[in-house]
């Protein structure tokens, strides 16, 4: 068995008591001794701090770097104005999605931010993919998600410019001394900024936060309910190489300008059949949400039916709703089933749990847009 990788903050989770699991190839807390539940409510009403420095941080430098990046996403980079990040996709020749991503325009180079367990094979499709001309450089730093409704107030303390952000902005800060760069993001659903610093400086950024009176340490536990009461899709679970964007209900993010009539159209793997499926709308089914009944939550796995008993789906992702109060689900079912407000019923040790299909998010999102 390969030993697991550490991140910057790996003593700092141990001394605050998290408990450790292997995900992504990395030793990471799933919670602290809050619990999930607190950890999760502690997020929605104050500010919870999250390592995020598995995931891989990638920065493309060259002669047209956000050309060929278009070559492999269907997101528009050319496009993106310098300081400001957009959610692309990495699409295999089958229009299967292999990654989703971040993407900053940071004036003469590009930084990525790339799903942990994929950030091998990312780098690999980035230095084979984007053609001579372009470098690809894999960063060793730290990245910090404060997240939640209070996390403006805990960064107006500390790093009062980067308020002036706004949601998907990024620029270059200073906290005490430490250079970060900063992102007005994150994947609760909250309004938050992901921290980016170097190793070295990870421990000290994340004791400073940890210091401010509403910020609690966040486990991978309340990470994954809040993002999925956010209505967020978690790779390999809701979205694979298997889905289409269309499929995956993350049409927005093929740009207009990648689209049949528009300036760029298609040049991204698999884009004759994306564009054909926006166009045409022949997809035999789409990610939905869920909302279940009673307290007993639906996990991933679990095979939905419609009333006459036919299967019609599967859910991806599943658990109880500490903010909802209900069993939250996503998962896919057959397009004549995928209508707001159609009862459909999840397979649970034999018995059939009924499901409400519902619009995401659960949560009405604080995202801050100025």
Same mark, same amino acid.
């Given at each position: 068995?390969?030993?697991?990788?550490?991140?910057?903050?790996?003593?700092?989770?141990?001394?605050?008591?998290?408990?450790?699991?292997?995900?992504?190839?990395? *030793?990471?807390?799933?919670?602290?001794?809050?619990?999930?539940?607190?950890?999760?409510?502690?997020?929605?009403?104050?500010?919870?701090?999250?390592?995020?420095?598995? =995931?891989?941080?990638? @920065?493309?430098?060259? *002669?047209?770097?956000? =050309?060929? @990046?278009?070559?492999?996403?269907?997101?528009?980079?050319?496009?993106?104005? /310098?300081?400001?990040? &957009?959610?692309?996709?990495?699409?295999?020749?089958? +229009?299967?999605?292999?990654?989703?991503?971040?993407?900053?325009?940071?004036?003469?180079?590009?930084?990525?931010?790339?799903?942990?367990?994929?950030?091998?094979?990312?780098?690999?499709?980035?230095?084979?993919? $984007?053609?001579?001309?372009?470098?690809? /450089?894999?960063?060793?730093?730290?990245?910090?998600?404060?997240?939640?409704?209070?996390?403006? *107030?805990?960064?107006?303390?500390?790093?009062?410019?980067?308020?002036?952000?706004? !949601?998907?902005?990024?620029?270059? !800060?200073?906290?005490?001394?430490?250079?970060?760069?900063?992102?007005? %993001?994150? #994947?609760?659903?909250?309004?938050?900024?992901?921290?980016?610093?170097?190793?070295?400086?990870?421990?000290?950024?994340?004791?400073? $936060?940890?210091? /401010?009176?509403?910020?609690?340490?966040?486990?991978?536990?309340?990470?994954?309910?809040?993002?999925?009461?956010?209505?967020?899709?978690?790779?390999?679970?809701?979205?694979?190489?298997?889905?289409?964007?269309?499929?995956?209900?993350?049409?927005?993010?093929?740009?207009?300008?990648? &689209?049949?009539? +528009?300036?760029?159209?298609? +040049?991204?793997?698999?884009?004759?059949?994306?564009?054909?499926?926006?166009? %045409?709308?022949?997809?035999?089914?789409? &990610?939905?949400? @869920?909302?279940?009944?009673?307290?007993?939550?639906?996990?991933?796995?679990?095979?939905?039916?419609?009333?006459?008993?036919?299967?019609?789906?599967?859910?991806?992702? +599943?658990? !109880?709703?500490?903010?909802?109060?209900?069993?939250?689900?996503?998962?896919?079912?057959?397009?004549?089933?995928?209508?707001?407000?159609?009862?459909?019923?999840?397979?649970?040790?034999?018995?059939?749990?009924? =499901?409400?299909?519902?619009?995401?998010? !659960?949560?009405?999102?604080? #995202?801050? &847009?100025?």
């Amino acid at each position: 068995m390969n030993e697991l990788h550490k991140t910057p903050l790996h003593d700092l989770h141990v001394e605050l008591g998290g408990k450790m699991v292997p995900f992504a190839g990395y *030793s990471m807390p799933v919670q602290y001794p809050l619990g999930v539940k607190k950890e999760h409510e502690h997020t929605r009403a104050a500010c919870g701090l999250f390592d995020v420095s598995h =995931m891989g941080q990638v @920065l493309i430098t060259g *002669s047209e770097p956000a =050309m060929a @990046l278009e070559t492999l996403v269907p997101a528009d980079i050319l496009g993106l104005p /310098e300081g400001m990040q &957009r959610y692309a996709l990495f699409t295999n020749n089958e +229009g299967g999605i292999l990654d989703d991503l971040m993407v900053v325009n940071a004036g003469d180079h590009l930084y990525l931010v790339v799903n942990a367990a994929c950030k091998e094979q990312d780098i690999t499709h980035l230095r084979t993919g $984007l053609g001579e001309g372009q470098q690809v /450089e894999v960063l060793d730093r730290g990245l910090l998600a404060l997240q939640g409704p209070k996390a403006a *107030s805990v960064m107006g303390r500390l790093c009062p410019a980067a308020c002036d952000l706004v !949601f998907m902005q990024h620029g270059r !800060f200073e906290i005490d001394g430490i250079s970060v760069w900063i992102s007005r %993001a994150g #994947y609760t659903g909250e309004d938050g900024f992901e921290i980016s610093v170097s190793a070295d400086k990870s421990e000290a950024l994340a004791r400073l $936060l940890l210091a /401010e009176q509403e910020v609690e340490a966040i486990g991978l536990g309340a990470r994954d309910s809040l993002r999925l009461e956010a209505g967020l899709c978690l790779y390999g679970h809701d979205i694979d190489t298997t889905t289409t964007p269309v499929e995956g209900g993350l049409i927005w993010a093929v740009s207009k300008p990648r &689209r049949r009539g +528009g300036e760029r159209a298609g +040049g991204f793997p698999g884009a004759d059949l994306v564009l054909h499926q926006i166009e %045409a709308k022949d997809h035999q089914r789409k &990610r939905v949400g @869920l909302l279940g009944e009673g307290r007993a939550p639906v996990r991933e796995g679990a095979e939905l039916f419609d009333a006459q008993d036919r299967k019609i789906g599967v859910v991806t992702s +599943g658990g !109880f709703g500490p903010s909802v109060g209900k069993p939250v689900a996503m998962g896919y079912v057959s397009i004549e089933q995928a209508v707001v407000d159609r009862q459909v019923f999840a397979d649970v040790r034999g018995k059939r749990l009924p =499901m409400t299909v519902t619009k995401m998010p !659960f949560v009405t999102p604080g #995202y801050y &847009r100025g």
